[in-house]
């Protein structure tokens, strides 16, 4: 019944930027931690960026630090990934999570953590 509804994928070319979004319903959306995780083909899952149920606390991989940032809107039951200066190696598959484990370690964000998923949305960088 839970479902998370990302949009905002595309192709863009290296350099660009692309905003993501990811919309619940079903879901007492504030008091869930909100993530992003990506998938590129014949690669595994990848943990990109986390953000805290009440945006006290935010985590991201290192590799897109200063480049990406992701934020939340409560009221709109929504989580952004605001993705600049991209590279042709960050093409996947961009998948929204959502965590009530209450645990938040921003060093290492365990995707074992996020109780529901959504289906995915394709980015593609070109070079």
């Known amino acids: 019944q839970v479902q998370l509804v990302e949009s905002g994928g595309g192709l863009v070319q290296a350099g660009g930027s692309l905003r993501l979004s990811c919309t619940a319903s079903?879901?007492?959306?504030?008091?869930?931690?909100m993530g992003w995780f990506r998938q590129a083909l014949g690669k595994e899952r990848e943990f990109v960026a986390a953000?805290?149920?009440?945006?006290?606390?935010?985590a991201y991989t290192e590799s897109v630090k200063g480049r990406f940032i992701i934020s939340r809107d409560n009221a709109k039951n929504t989580v952004y990934l605001q993705m600049n200066s991209l590279k042709p190696e960050e093409t996947a598959v961009y998948y929204c999570?959502?965590?009530?484990?209450?645990?938040?370690?921003?060093?290492?964000?365990?995707?074992?953590?996020?109780?529901?998923w959504g289906q995915g949305t394709q980015v593609t960088v070109s070079s």
């Open positions: 999570a959502a965590s009530d484990s209450g645990r938040f370690d921003a060093q290492k964000i365990n995707p074992s953590d996020y109780n529901y």
């Open positions: 079903r879901l007492t959306f504030n008091v869930y931690d």
């Open positions: 953000i805290k149920l009440n945006s006290a606390g935010a």
